[in-house]
């Protein structure tokens, strides 16, 4: 297999000083526009509470709706919404409206995790994440399929196919089969954690098994939408190409440990461990290589952690839909 839908992920991050958020959102848009020019079928923003270093966009649906009115054409998706801090019926009616408004270009990509302090802001510092992201996950699951939520009454505006559009992230296989035995869409992160098991693994190494988990429990008549999710920076080259991604990654460490972010590496190589860095044909020949990206069917490109620039950034955009995604197998105007 191989990827038939190309996605832009967007961290909306700062990369310098002085931006502000009014900057970093219409940098982001401007993003999802190119994307749009260029045939990327796809754009995907996270969210994000008070961790600055990871993103800026605590309400990924207010965005999308923004995002929505200047993109007629790209499908638009959360990658992804903590369940586990919202009210699951407010998510359903938020993601009903926007789906309405886009034309039925909503994809809800949902997951259980989040920082610490994102969990101790809700009043969540103690609580089984699983369980009430499962808790959740089940009451939003039904609110879109129809089901009676007071007095008979069922979700308006109505959501439509919107229930048939959900993916679950997750970084386990016990949650990938999860995914699949709801027929939902799998979301594999740009990287994955690490034990001392798999701490010389590659990230396609890691991530097979969840991909096999999911395979073995989707119901026969459901279609596997797997959307690998990969950190890409791609210059002209080669020198730029690691001069912006070792400056960005110095970045990225320094803002984590500014702002008490998650401890998810300590080195400038462990933060660029999981990211494919180089000239468009220096790209391809790593990601070929990537087993679990075979297997998707969507390819999802972000350039966070590297954050290299404007224009850096956008430039990084177009040689993927023009030099590197076409040599992958994917080509634009594929159907959806």
Do not use: C
């Amino acid at each position: 297999m191989t990827p038939r839908h190309l996605g832009l992920f967007t961290r909306l991050v700062r990369s310098g000083e002085n931006e502000d958020s009014a900057t970093v959102y219409r940098h982001a848009l401007e993003q999802f526009e190119l994307a749009e020019r260029l045939g990327y079928d796809a754009a995907w923003v996270a969210q994000h509470h008070l961790d600055p270093a990871e993103g800026g966009l605590p309400s990924p649906f207010v965005f999308l709706a923004h995002a929505a009115a200047r993109t007629p054409r790209l499908r638009l998706g959360t990658a992804i919404v903590t369940l586990a801090l919202e009210d699951p019926i407010r998510v359903a009616e938020d993601a009903a409206v926007l789906d309405v408004l886009s034309g039925g270009r909503l994809e809800i990509g949902l997951g259980a995790g989040g920082s610490r302090h994102a969990f101790e802001l809700f009043d969540l510092a103690g609580a089984d994440r699983q369980q009430v992201y499962a808790d959740k996950l089940a009451a939003l699951t039904a609110a879109l399929a129809g089901a009676p939520l007071v007095g008979g009454r069922a979700l308006n505006p109505p959501a439509g196919t919107l229930r048939n559009r959900l993916w679950q992230a997750t970084f386990s296989a016990s949650g990938a089969r999860r995914a699949g035995l709801a027929g939902d869409g799998l979301l594999l992160s740009k990287a994955q954690p690490r034990d001392t098991a798999t701490v010389g693994a590659t990230l396609w190494e890691i991530q097979e098994p969840l991909v096999a988990a999911y395979l073995a429990a989707l119901p026969a008549a459901a279609e596997p939408r797997i959307g690998a999710s990969r950190g890409v920076f791609v210059a002209d080259d080669h020198d730029t190409a690691w001069a912006l991604a070792e400056r960005g990654a110095a970045r990225f460490l320094e803002q984590l440990r500014r702002n008490g972010g998650p401890e998810v590496a300590g080195t400038v190589e462990e933060v660029l461990q999981d990211s494919f860095v180089g000239t468009p044909d220096e790209v391809v020949a790593k990601l070929s290589a990537d087993t679990a990206l075979r297997q998707a069917t969507d390819f999802i490109v972000q350039v966070h952690p590297v954050d290299p620039g404007r224009e850096a950034t956008l430039r990084s955009i177009e040689l993927i839909a023009t030099k590197v995604a076409p040599q992958l197998g994917w080509r634009e105007g594929t159907k959806q």
